[in-house]
């Protein structure tokens, strides 16, 4: 990947950390915490935040995979139907605080989906939101309420987070949309 | 000759440097030919250096060509063709003479529907010659036999129940008896009509994989096979009896006639271009020609592994009776145009309406509208060394006219470049291509599987009894 | 889904470009198994609380069925809802066609009443291709004449994969009417694909065709295509089988010459304890529906393939949603045989 690099590997260890702390604070404690991650790159970020909160909390919150390709807006826009990827939730959320975990927040149209999907659930008492990036530019009335970078970004630029659960190594780069295409 | 219009006789044709093909004097090269107010007055072969350059791949100058086997739908179906329509496309394939079969409604068994065709003819204003057989049996019934003597003597020129085949041998046997009295050929369709009730394609991988129910090759052989048991048993009696076998497809049947006629049997048969140049792979979806589908060892391609389906599967322009073959017995229809076993190439054009075939694969009409791409698949076989033009040729013109035999009152020359005759001929340009589409074919009929794909070969000019029949409007003679 | 710091590459995402589903026979195996994610997805969709997602909402599914079928019928119809698409079911009858309307004339009546999406079943091999030609949406074929069945094999496929896993070199057996049968047709496209060992059994007149089909494909198969074996011999088919399907067996095939009777069916090819034994223990049996017991399936084997046909039911519904998802997404090039 080319691009100008934002988060290192280190950087990104420690928003994880400090998020972690932050929801605890929020909810004053780990009570009725469900983390659940979006597809794709959300679902490791949500467990990698589940294993900081077992460190310095000593409590091992519930976490789930929610994919919200069926709740997307724009499904008769695209040239394909996007492939699904599954979701697992592991305990009934009716009652509780979901903490949704996503890699960027951009338009704020995934969010939304994803809480489209969440009632369909059952009721939580709350829903937070938890992201690594945030990059600027809401379409909808959306926030995150746990931030590991604010990064202002112009709509002709791409943030790419890469995991090492999926890419192999932990960065987050900034690409310009109409760069020649990477040689392989 | 920008102002000529058709059905106007030629004032002054001349073309030089053109390939020529006699049938008749059975020559063919360089040459040139003038016609002068309707004539053929000088047909000059090119020798040495003034051939030089000239070969079969540019303009050719043939004899017109001649069709035994073609249906206008007039009277009782003017939507699907008319007369005029029908010999304008005709015209526009190169014929010069037609003969019309007689399944119209009502059904050409007696002089009065013979009228109402040849005045249409009339009245149409083509030079193109039309023909008529009379149906064999009263409204081709298959009971009682149509007034063949009264019928003869209006001028036709054999009798035919085609669409069907004259279902009972007593009948058949009568027929071939009576007309062969008469001096005229019964022109029999071949069908074991119990073995294909239902059939919708021929009975094959293609079939089986699509669904469609099998129409055996059998259905045909058995019925060749009869028909010649019958006709040998009449011939001692009648002399003048003869049997012509219309559009075969199966090599089964074509051995049989060549049997037949190695025994000396007073027996003809035609096969058309699309039985020889496509195959039952194109009711899948496949256009590849039909000696594509075959490997170097002779062996049946299977057109899915081969990536060879390249339009919709189902298309009913590919459903016709006799049904498209296998690539093995299109191989061996062309073989019988090589060997002579065919006598003629026919088209069995049969043009329908949109309302016919645009309908499920099950309920279409069977029949394909073919009488201006005939030369067209006859010159892509040539091209592609299968057949040699000069048997192409003779398959439209010497063949056809000899079963039809000497007719007494016919003008012209028996098919061939005769000087001094009265110029029937058509020009081609064998290395041009034309891309068929519904508004480049005059018929009505638009049922062709080669709508959208390209012929080798375009018509450039057509004159019939020295009276201009068509003309290639894109460039000029 | 493994959290652990796996470095194993993921599998690229095949996309679907088919702007219809016609037959299974234009299918990649990588397309079928797209299908089979995709169904998985849906599977655990139907199993929430609220069984819906608004993935098809705004999209209106025209359901055309020209054959009487309760069952697929209803299938397809709850697959839809289960999408929020907006359902018509036309329950068009060969009296519709007697009348003289043309099924060219009722697919353009069905697009100008604002079908997006057209699942269609019709007594005549081919037919949803020719609607195809005059429809500007989607086309699903629900069963056309005896051609194809394409949702009946992948979900036939679907259930043999959630008892066996994959079915790569998995015997499989189709016992009976082969040559009446779209669903047979259809199996021998997707079982081929998956690699299955498939064989075709039954009376050789009811085998005719299928025979030169094997043969065509025989010695290599044809490319993405194994090869099957066609054979009359019951007991040699079903020896060590992981799956029998029996196909149902009509009154009309004795009536048209091709069968003695069902009796002498029943006695020589009837699917019994007996001759099931052959097969292996756990072997998996199937029947596409409806079965006549006693002609083609002895009543105490229905009874074991009664636990299946509520799993078949599911899984019905989940690959109908599954394709009818696929299906639904634009679609920038119309390709022909697709």
């Not at chain 1, 829903?127 to 530019?137: E, M, N």
């Not at chain 3, 007991?235 to 799956?243: F, I, M, S, T």
Request: net charge negative; glycine share 10%; charged share 20%.
């Amino acid at each position: 990947m080319d691009g100008r690099q934002i988060m290192t590997a280190d950087e990104i260890r420690r928003a994880v950390i400090r998020i972690s702390h932050e929801l605890v604070e929020k909810q004053a404690g780990t009570d009725g915490l469900v983390l659940v991650g979006i597809q794709r790159r959300g679902v490791p970020l949500a467990h990698r935040i589940a294993v900081a909160v077992e460190e310095h909390e000593g409590v091992t919150l519930p976490v789930g995979a929610l994919d919200i390709t069926f709740y997307r807006d724009d499904l008769s826009l695209i040239a394909q139907q996007p492939v699904v990827k599954g979701t697992q939730l592991p305990v009934d959320l009716n009652g509780r605080t979901v903490v949704l975990v996503d890699d960027v927040l951009y338009t704020g149209r995934t969010i939304r989906a994803a809480m489209d999907a969440l009632v369909d659930f059952g009721r939580p008492r709350a829903i937070r939101l938890a992201v690594l990036v945030d990059r600027g530019h809401r379409e909808l009335p959306i926030r995150a309420d746990h931030v590991g970078k604010n990064v202002p970004t112009s709509s002709d630029e791409v943030v790419e987070v890469a995991l090492v659960e999926i890419d192999g190594e932990d960065a987050v780069r900034i690409e310009r949309v109409d760069a020649p295409a990477p040689t392989t | 000759m920008p102002e000529l219009r058709v059905g106007k006789i030629v004032p002054l044709l001349e073309i030089s440097r053109a390939w020529l093909v006699d049938p008749v004097g059975e020559r063919e090269g360089p040459g040139e030919i003038v016609v002068r107010d309707g004539i053929l007055e000088a047909v000059t072969w090119l020798q040495g250096a003034e051939a030089d350059g000239i070969g079969p791949d540019g303009v050719l100058v043939l004899p017109g060509f001649l069709d035994l086997h073609v249906h206008l739908r007039e009277p009782g179906n003017e939507d699907a063709e008319t007369v005029a329509s029908g010999l304008a496309a005709a015209a526009h394939g190169g014929f010069t003479t037609v003969c019309a079969m007689p399944n119209t409604t009502p059904a050409a068994d007696e002089p009065g529907v013979f009228a109402r065709v040849a005045g249409a003819a009339a009245a149409s204003g083509s030079p193109v010659e039309l023909l008529l057989h009379g149906a064999v049996t009263v409204g081709r019934g298959g009971e009682r036999l149509a007034a063949l003597g009264e019928l003869a003597d209006a001028g036709a020129v054999g009798f035919s129940d085609d669409g069907s085949p004259v279902k009972s041998a007593i009948l058949l046997r009568n027929a071939l008896l009576y007309a062969g009295m008469l001096g005229l050929p019964i022109v029999e369709h071949a069908e074991d009509v119990t073995l294909t009730a239902g059939a919708e394609a021929n009975e094959g991988l293609v079939a089986t994989i699509l669904g469609l129910k099998g129409w055996p090759a059998a259905a045909e052989i058995s019925a060749v096979e009869r028909a010649i048991a019958i006709l040998d048993s009449v011939c001692a009696d009648a002399p003048g009896a003869r049997l012509h076998l219309t559009h075969l497809s199966t090599a089964g049947a074509l051995e049989a006639v060549r049997r037949a006629k190695a025994a000396g049997l007073p027996v003809t048969c035609d096969v058309t271009p699309h039985h020889l140049g496509f195959t039952d792979e194109w009711v899948a979806g496949a256009r590849r020609w039909a000696w594509e589908a075959l490997d170097g060892a002779g062996t049946v391609r299977d057109p899915w592994a081969d990536g060879a389906l390249v339009a919709h599967p189902y298309g009913t322009a590919c459903r016709v009776n006799p049904p498209l073959r296998g690539a093995a017995d299109a191989a061996a229809c062309l073989a019988s145009l090589a060997d002579g076993t065919a006598d003629a190439v026919v088209t069995d054009h049969a043009p329908h309406t949109a309302v016919d075939k645009e309908t499920e694969f099950g309920l279409a009409a069977n029949g394909i509208s073919g009488v201006e791409l005939a030369f067209g698949v006859l010159l892509a076989a040539v091209a592609a060394g299968r057949l040699p033009l000069a048997r192409a040729v003779a398959a439209l013109t010497v063949g056809p006219a000899a079963v039809l035999g000497a007719r007494p009152g016919r003008r012209g020359a028996a098919r061939g470049l005769v000087e001094g005759e009265p110029a029937d001929l058509v020009v081609v340009d064998a290395g041009d291509r034309w891309l068929v589409t519904s508004d480049a074919l005059a018929s009505r009929g638009k049922n062709t599987p080669l709508l959208g794909r390209e012929l080798p070969g375009r018509v450039l000019l057509t004159v019939a009894q020295g009276r201009l029949a068509y003309r290639d409007v894109a460039g000029d003679a | 889904m493994a959290m652990s710091a796996s470095r194993a590459p993921t599998p690229p995402d095949v996309a679907w470009r088919k702007k219809h589903l016609l037959d299974v026979d234009v299918l990649s195996l990588a397309e079928i198994q797209l299908v089979m994610r995709t169904t998985d997805a849906m599977k655990e969709v139907l199993a929430r609380p609220i069984s819906k997602v608004p993935a098809l909402r705004g999209t209106n599914v025209t359901i055309l069925f020209y054959e009487a079928s309760t069952r697929t019928r209803v299938s397809f119809e709850v697959a839809a809802k289960n999408l929020s698409a907006d359902v018509v079911n036309i329950a068009a009858s060969s009296s519709s066609v007697t009348k003289g309307e043309s099924l060219v004339d009722t697919i353009r009546t069905v697009e100008a009443l604002g079908a997006d999406m057209i699942v269609m079943r019709h007594g005549t091999s081919g037919a949803p291709y020719l609607a195809a030609e005059v429809f500007s949406g989607s086309i699903l074929n629900g069963g056309d004449g005896w051609h194809a069945h394409p949702s009946q094999a992948l979900l036939d496929l679907y259930t043999m994969r959630a008892h066996l896993g994959d079915v790569r070199g998995k015997k499989v057996v189709i016992l009976g009417d082969v040559l009446h049968s779209r669903v047979a047709r259809s199996n021998v496209w997707s079982l081929t694909a998956a690699g299955a060992d498939l064989w075709i059994c039954g009376p050789t007149t009811i085998l005719r065709g299928f025979d030169a089909w094997a043969g065509r494909w025989a010695g290599g198969g044809s490319p993405g295509h194994a090869g099957f074996t066609v054979t009359s011999d019951v007991e040699a088919a079903l020896r060590d089988a992981d799956v029998v399907m029996a196909l149902r067996l009509q009154r009309e095939r004795m009536d048209a010459g091709l069968l003695p009777s069902l009796r002498e069916y029943a006695a020589r090819f009837g699917l019994t304890r007996e001759r099931l034994a052959v097969a292996k223990p756990a072997a998996l049996v199937m029947h596409p529906g409806p079965m006549n017991e006693g002609v083609e399936i002895a009543p105490d084997v229905a009874i074991l393939d009664r636990s299946v046909i509520t799993e078949q039911v599911t899984n019905g519904v989940a690959v109908r949603m599954a394709l009818l998802y696929l299906l639904a997404g634009g679609h920038p090039e119309a390709v022909t045989n697709a």
